[in-house]
């Protein structure tokens, strides 16, 4: 009985304690006007490359001879400090790697940059640790400098824990009884 009992005491704990809270999958425009969309990038919702839902987030972003940082930016509300991974998918359609970087901004006034690198005509899962960060006050998504035009799709922008990336494992002790 006290094995029972332990068993379901950790699934509850477990079960809760790894749940991932959604910031945008782009299933509205409510969605859309949480991001700020400078008219240096191209950005609208399109049923292509969703990973969440239907919808998704298709960003031009144009090459330029001059030096230039074009991109989306997203200021989180409340404490971030709480959250140990900023995730969100992003499709690359294009047959090359394109390289996506980030700026993040604190309160104190510091900030960091970032980047990843999309693989080609494939989805990535874009992780960004926050675990010791002050809180976020804003966070930029950018390509820097590029050369040539490119479009990436993006969805399911999301607060996780690292919980989220492991599924639980449940012991089930089956001999019988003595």
């Known amino acids: 009985m006290t ?6 005491t950790l ?11 959604p910031i945008a999958s782009f299933e509205s425009a409510d969605d859309l006007a949480l991001f700020g969309i400078p008219d240096t990038v191209t950005a609208e919702r399109v049923r292509e490359h969703a990973t969440d ?11 330029s001879e001059q030096d230039t940082w074009p991109g989306i930016s997203f ?22 790697s394109v390289a996506l ?5 604190f309160e104190n006034g ?18 960004i640790w926050l675990t010791g960060l002050p809180r976020i006050t804003r966070i930029f998504l950018y390509r ?8 990436i799709y993006f969805d399911n922008f999301r ?20």
Do not use: C, K
Request: charged share 25%; net charge negative; no cysteine.
């Open 3 to 8: 094995r029972i009992m332990l068993t379901l």
């Open 11 to 21: 699934t509850v704990l477990l079960a809760g304690a790894g749940v991932a809270q």
């Open 53 to 63: 839902g239907e919808w998704s987030l298709r960003v031009f972003i144009p090459g």
């Open 75 to 96: 200021n989180p509300t409340g404490d971030t400090t709480q959250y140990q991974v900023l995730a969100f998918d992003a499709f690359n359609p294009d047959a090359d």
């Open 110 to 127: 510091e900030t960091r940059f970032e980047g990843a690198s999309l693989a080609p005509n494939a989805g990535t899962t874009v992780e």
């Open 144 to 151: 820097r400098m590029p050369r040539d035009d490119r479009t």
């Open 101 to 105: 970087s980030w700026r993040l901004d």
């Open 159 to 178: 607060w996780a824990t690292i919980e989220d990336r492991f599924e639980a494992l449940h012991y089930v002790d089956d001999t019988p009884p003595p």
